[in-house]
């Protein structure tokens, strides 16, 4: 995870903890994107501007039932839902039907919710597995050793080290199967 997920998870928990000082901090970081997001599908300054304060005014309403995982994400979700129902009910013009349709939220908020989730997967799936095999596997796969250093570090044989990477591969293809990545 990145230095701002991690602050903003430790912001969102102060926050669901009634925290006003988080809920601000957490109000200061996000505010002006979310509000430039809003006034960007909708544009209109100060409607973007009363979407996105509901947006906030409902998740300090909610802050104690909220069960998420990615606020950043639920936040942006949150005013384009906004937006959305706004248009709606609203008159809009032809080039705001063209902006609604085109937007969803930032595709790297969408893609960073993705990748946290299969991250956690993948840690779960892999903490099923035998130590030595997890040991041996991030060695290859996320430290990026060869077969013949991790061999040589862990003192085993490399066909142990080759038998280890196929078993975990064999374990996340079969748990993973559902998962589409691309």
């Not at 809009?92 to 956690?120: G, H, K």
């Not at 892999?126 to 290859?140: A, H, I, N, T, Y």
């Amino acid at each position: 995870m990145q230095k701002e997920d991690k602050s903003l998870d430790g912001l969102m928990q102060a926050v669901a903890n009634s925290d006003k000082n988080a809920y601000n901090s957490l109000y200061e970081l996000l505010w002006e994107p979310m509000y430039l997001y809003a006034s960007s599908i909708i544009m209109d300054d100060n409607l973007a501007k009363d979407l996105v304060q509901e947006v906030w005014l409902d998740y300090w309403n909610r802050r104690k039932v909220l069960q998420v995982k990615n606020i950043k994400s639920y936040l942006y979700k949150a005013v384009r839902y906004q937006c959305y129902n706004k248009l709606r009910d609203s008159k809009f013009n032809a080039t705001q039907i063209e902006i609604a349709n085109s937007l969803s939220s930032p595709a790297a908020i969408e893609l960073e919710e993705d990748v946290t989730a299969l991250y956690c997967k993948i840690e779960i799936i892999l903490s099923g597995l035998p130590k030595r095999c997890q040991e041996v596997f991030r060695l290859s796969r996320i430290n990026d050793y060869s077969n013949n250093q991790i061999a040589k570090a862990l003192n085993i044989s490399q066909r142990s080290v080759e038998n280890n990477i196929s078993i975990a591969l064999r374990k996340l293809r079969k748990e993973l199967s559902v998962v589409k990545l691309f």
